[in-house]
């Protein structure tokens, strides 16, 4: 058990080293960076997708802030997944759809379509009605639909900020090789949003969402940063996400009945390059931020972990043979056996470790210096690396500018440890359970509070 956790935070450790000096690169160009790019003509035009299902409370908000996005040609392309609420009328009464005759090229097998609308107002945006298949379904029709060479995923209970698109685009400005990029994901809950504008940032209310900001900011800008220095990041949130379509396409797209469709499609890219020998980059970009709503309630938090781990379970298991594979590279070297040994099978030895040390303790097999050993090394390195993203967070970005949230941050990080992360694990667990023993697996219902919009 102390070789467990001394590995896992000793690998964090070295992912915080990475991140610290990709930000210091970063912010040594940021001065470049905000040389407006807004009507650059080298920039690729994007087709933005946007799947919903029964969003009627944050549709509206999300595709008036992907319309104000400072890019010089974009798309946008709602996928209506069958919603059973009123998301596809919201959509007409807020964007005047008409129905239009577009061609239809099917390149990826969905769900039929029964209609494609456009806007009077807004020429870039249409809107694709289906009948249900699911998120991975919505965007293979997206990806029909669209005419951009890149696209972007986008969840339809999200906001990008105004520079997002120009930001998450660099990466292939400077590599031909670039075939996904990623984005900064962080939680909406306690924000201003104003007609889809972001118009003032501040911390949420709700405990279980504060727990949420401190997680969201290790694991982004310390964890995915730090792969991507290696080239082997596995996971691109579905909540932003942006992909060279050919590639996506010659890998087959969005695989279906998958509760872990972005994190599944980034591995099968990784494992069909690797296989083919065929060179390639993706990245994480820390700057562009997508701002969306996280979990408040206590149940639809537990569903969300375990789907979570049911969908790195299945995405693991479906590209086993990537493990060690003689092309592999850091991918198939490291980031695979890390996220079996440390993120699949994590959950079943954090809390193994934690219950044989205590009975331990109890029984007389371990001695009280042990003890404290044992938890100061689990509880107190994890302090030190939830701190540790909050300080690359005020370092370099400053989100959250005032010195109460500052406090506010420091107290969740220490007490995110004591609790928080263990029923986190144990939530998990039931995931890794389910798995094994495949149960059927359903996204559920996300209880929208959306009161973090306002209407002009």
Sequence with gaps: MLVYFSA????????MVFAALALRRNWQYRDINELPMTYSMVAPPISILIPAFNEEKTIASTVHSVLQLTYSEFEVIVINDGSNDATLQVLKDEFDLQIFPQAYRVQLQTQPVQAIYRSSRHPQLKVIDKFNGGKADSLNAGINASQYPLFCGVDADSILQR?????????????PLMVATGGTIRAANGCDVRGGYLHRVDLPKNIWARFQVIEY???FLFGRLGWSELNAMLIISGAFGLFKKSTVIEVGGYRPHTL?????LVVRIHHVMREKNKPYKIEFVPDPVCWTEV??????LR?????????????????????LHKNGGWPGWVAFPYMVIFEWLGPAIELSGYVWTVYAYWAGLLSWSAFVFFLVLSLGLGILLSMGGLILEQLSFQMYPKLRHVYILLLFAIFENLGYRQLMAWWRLVGLYRWIKNADGHWGHMNRKANWQQKI
Excluded: I
């Design 8 to 15: 896992v935070n000793l690998v964090y450790l070295c992912l």
């Design 217 to 219: 900011l290790r694991a």
């Design 295 to 300: 979990p408040e309630e206590r149940q639809t």
């Design 163 to 175: 520079d997002s698109l120009q930001l998450v685009v660099k990466p292939f400005l400077r590599s």
């Design 303 to 323: 569903n969300q972990r375990v789907r979570w781990q049911r969908g790195l379970s299945e995405s693991l298991s479906l590209h086993w043979q990537l493990m």
């Design 260 to 264: 872990g469709e972005d994190m599944e």
